[in-house]
Each structure stands twice: as structure tokens, then as C-alpha cells.
Nanobody, 115 residues
Framework: QVQLLESGGGLVQAGGSLRLSCTASGRTFSNYHMGWFRQAPGKEREFVAAISWSGDTDYLVSVKDRFTVSRDNARKTVYLQMNSLKPEDTAVYYC?????????WGQGTQVTVSL
């Protein structure tokens, strides 16, 4: 069983930055495909960013020039650096791991961007 623990959410003004972290349990983190999703009130959960075991990245178009996903395999942690935040980025952000056909989710961390 893999557990994911997120941190780093909070309240920030538009134009500000936040860095989310997600630390995973398990012995083979370097093989995990990791990602971030978000869910705003009244909306479906949507993909935000992902990073493969080899370091390849993918992004939601609307965040591509503002967010950066990275990983530190020694710390078993994946990061989401969010810059130039906008009110429409307000959501609960979830860490996701895809491991050998299985999906794992963190509990979520709230990000609120005010005007």
C-alpha cells in the first residue's frame, strides 16, 4: 500500500507563488509515475501536471508557463511550484501516483488565490 502526504497549500494573493510537496511511502518511488490534479468547487477533478519515472513532464495548457513539476527520488517527494497564481487556480490539489496499474491519491491540500 502506498500513502501520499501533501503539504504546502494555503492562501495567496493573485500573482503570488506556492510550492506543493507530496511525499510517498514505498521502496520504489523512483519507478512511480507521479502527478497533480485539482478540483474546484462544483467542478470535476482535472489533471494539472505529471512527471514520469524518467523525468518527462506534462502540463495542463493553462498552467504550462506558470507551474513546474519536479521530483526528488532520494526524498521520495514530488513538487509543484506554482507561480503567477490566478484566482481560477483556487482548488483542492491532489497528489497522484500510478504504480503497476494502480492509482493512489493523497488527501488533498487547499490552494486559495485571492484578488
Amino acid at each position: 500500500q502506498v500513502q501520499l502526504l501533501e503539504s504546502g497549500g494555503g492562501l495567496v494573493q493573485a500573482g503570488g507563488s506556492l510550492r506543493l510537496s507530496c511525499t510517498a511511502s514505498g521502496r520504489t518511488f523512483s519507478n512511480y509515475h507521479m502527478g497533480w490534479f485539482r478540483q474546484a468547487p462544483g467542478k470535476e477533478r482535472e489533471f494539472v501536471a505529471a512527471i514520469s519515472w524518467s523525468g518527462d513532464t506534462d502540463y495542463l495548457v493553462s498552467v504550462k508557463d506558470r507551474f513546474t513539476v519536479s521530483r526528488d527520488n532520494a526524498r521520495k517527494t514530488v513538487y509543484l511550484q506554482m507561480n503567477s497564481l490566478k484566482p481560477e487556480d483556487t482548488a483542492v490539489y491532489y497528489c497522484h501516483a500510478y504504480i503497476s496499474g494502480g492509482d493512489y491519491w493523497g488527501q488533498g491540500t487547499q490552494v486559495t488565490v485571492s484578488l
